[in-house]
């Protein structure tokens, strides 16, 4: 049977940290997407910043979640 533990988050860590990252890397995304489209006028540069910044922030924020959580010390065994 499996145990249902709590998922235990590294200090200063939210839930949806990951989201958070996924949203501002799709702004970030837009606005270097924007310029290069202003740039060569190719609109389809919008939809791919946007895409990819997303993709690039979540990526980013999971990475740093797991390097946080690698750096806590081991979970203590509860008693069975």
């Given at each position: 049977?499996?145990?249902n533990q709590p998922?235990?988050?590294?200090?200063?860590?939210?839930?949806?940290?990951?989201?958070n990252g996924l949203r501002?890397?799709?702004?970030?995304?837009?606005?270097?997407?924007?310029?290069?489209?202003?740039?060569?006028?190719?609109?389809?540069?919008?939809?791919?910043?946007?895409?990819?910044?997303?993709?690039?922030?979540?990526?980013?924020?999971?990475?740093?979640?797991?390097?946080?959580?690698?750096?806590?010390?081991?979970?203590?065994?509860?008693?069975?």
């Amino acid at each position: 049977m499996a145990k249902n533990q709590p998922s235990r988050l590294p200090p200063g860590r939210q839930p949806y940290d990951a989201l958070n990252g996924l949203r501002v890397g799709a702004f970030a995304g837009l606005a270097l997407g924007a310029v290069a489209a202003a740039v060569t006028r190719v609109a389809w540069f919008l939809l791919i910043g946007v895409v990819a910044g997303a993709v690039i922030g979540y990526l980013w924020e999971r990475r740093r979640i797991r390097e946080d959580f690698s750096s806590l010390p081991p979970r203590d065994e509860p008693d069975a």
